[in-house]
């Protein structure tokens, strides 16, 4: 068995109790149980040259686990979202295929689903899915309208699902750049063959852009601070891995919060603002909204309050409908144009989910109905 010096960015992930104030802890019991070290009283710089030495190397099958995504607030989700078994659903984030598995064995022989992802992985992932009711095609969720027309069933969906963000896959595989736990290419991009990477624009933008993607996608209060730090520091060498831009965000931040790294705001606002994730989550809704049937049903699954906030907004909208009108004017209710009804409130996981998935903690599910 191989005994490989892992770098620090994982090990302080999983070795939980060396892990310093703010780093994320995974998979503790496990891993500490094949150390031959006390936790209690050894200095971090010690244990974190004994995990070094003494890490075995994982099995294939632990490699392929980790590599594994958890789909977030499954049953709800699903069973939200299909309400007529013979219907036509669009799941327009497939990831790994968790909804899309389940939302499959709802549906009779007469139901379909059709599924988009514009991550390539996340098309492959889908090839062993050998279904005839089922159909994907790689492109943005923005894109859905589209998609629905090129299929002939714009206006005729009886649901879409929208589960927004970065899967686990993707934050699990150091080659794809957005996790600042394990150390690879600074890219970031959910489609590795379009737009630029975040190791570009860091290289390129002003303080002042980098600063306001670190503000305005990340709500990261020390912005300018740590855009800054990113500029100082790309003059005496150019940013190309994610621990290395990590590391520098790290020693720039004055103020860590508790449970959470100090980049994990500024990372959140590169990969929002590289993607175009909320542009692309607004034309998501309304090409969602506009595509559905009657009756039909739009769920949405989002984990931060930027997404949440767009997707609550856009609900309150439709149920509402135009309200802009001055007071007092006379006007019936079908002139409000009222086009969705609100299907409960914000759903959010269970304890025993969270505990099961960490992830899952800051994911709420909204779900509205299109008026008939």
Known sequence: MAWPALGPGRLLERCGDAAPRGMTVH??????????????????????????????????????SHFRHTSVLLEGAVDTLVHNPSGIYL????????????ILSRLSEQGRLMAMDRDPQAIAAAEDIDDP???ITQREFARLAEYAQEQGVYGKLSGVLLDIGVSSPQLDDPERGFSFMRNGPLDMRMDPTQGESAAAF??????????NVFKTYGEERYAKRLARAVVTRRVEKPFTHTVDL??????????????????TKAFQGLRIYLNGELDQLDAALEGALEALAPGGHLVVISFHSLEDRRVKRFIRHHVRGDT??????????????????????????????????????SAVMRAARKRV
Not at 27 to 35: A, E, P, V
Not at 91 to 102: A, E, I, L, Y
Not at 337 to 349: D, F, I, S, T, Y
């Open 324 to 361: 802009h009108l001055p007071r007092g004017v006379p006007i019936r209710d079908d002139q409000l144009n009222r086009r969705l009804e609100a299907l409960g409130k914000g759903m959010r996981p269970s304890d025993e989910e969270v505990d099961a998935n960490p992830r899952a903690r």
């Open 246 to 263: 990590a590391e520098v965000l790290k020693v720039a931040h004055p103020a860590w919060e508790k449970g959470r790294h100090p980049a």
């Open 202 to 211: 860091l290289a390129r933008a002003s303080e002042s852009d980098i600063a």
């Open 91 to 102: 799941d327009g984030t497939f990831g790994r295929g968790g909804h899309s598995r389940v």
């Open 133 to 135: 009711r089922f159909d």
């Open 27 to 64: 998979d503790r019991t496990r891993l500490i149980g094949r150390l031959p070290i006390s936790i209690k009283g050894a200095p971090f710089a010690s244990f974190l040259t004994l995990c070094e030495i003494n890490m075995p190397s994982p099995d294939a099958d632990q490699v392929t």
